[in-house]
C-alpha cells in the first residue's frame, strides 16, 4: 500500500536543533567524546554577526563532589546534580541537540552567583 520508507540517513542522537540556544534556556549539549553528552546551561548573550558564532555554557553533572563551585538548581527537566560553574566552556551552535527547559531567573541568578564567585567578581 505504501512505499517502504527509506532508512534514516543519521542515527537519532547526530540531529541537531535549527533554534538558537537563549540565556537561561537548558539544552542538551554534545560535548565530544571526554565530556559526553549532558544538559548545559546557556549563560551568555546572544552573538551578532560580527561576533564569532560561540555559546557560553555552564555543564550540568550528576557526579557532583560537594565543591563550592557546584550550585544546585532542581528542576524537573534535570537529574539531580549541579551546574559545575569551573566547566565554563563556549561552543558554536551545531554541539546543541535539543532544548531541555528554561531556568526561572531566580534559578539562573543562583547560577550567576556561583559564576561570579569562581572568578572573583563580588556579585551585586
Known amino acids: 500500500m505504501f512505499p517502504p520508507s527509506r532508512p534514516s540517513r543519521s542515527a537519532p542522537w547526530t540531529k541537531r536543533s535549527r533554534s538558537v540556544p537563549k540565556r537561561g534556556e537548558v539544552w542538551q549539549v554534545d560535548f565530544g567524546i571526554t565530556a559526553k553528552v549532558r544538559p548545559a546551561l546557556v549563560i551568555s548573550v546572544p552573538y551578532s554577526d560580527e561576533d564569532r558564532a560561540l555559546i557560553g555554557v555552564i555543564p550540568h553533572t550528576t557526579a557532583t563532589r560537594g565543591s563550592q563551585f557546584e550550585v544546585v538548581v532542581p528542576a524537573q527537566f534535570l537529574d539531580k546534580g549541579s551546574f559545575l560553574v569551573?566547566?565554563?566552556?563556549?561552543?558554536?551552535?551545531?554541539?546543541f541537540l535539543r532544548r531541555l527547559g528554561v531556568l526561572s531567573p531566580a534559578q539562573l541568578q543562583t547560577v550567576e552567583d556561583g559564576l561570579l564567585r569562581w572568578l572573583g567578581i563580588p556579585a551585586n
Open 86 to 95: 569551573q566547566g565554563l566552556q563556549a561552543l558554536p551552535p551545531k554541539f
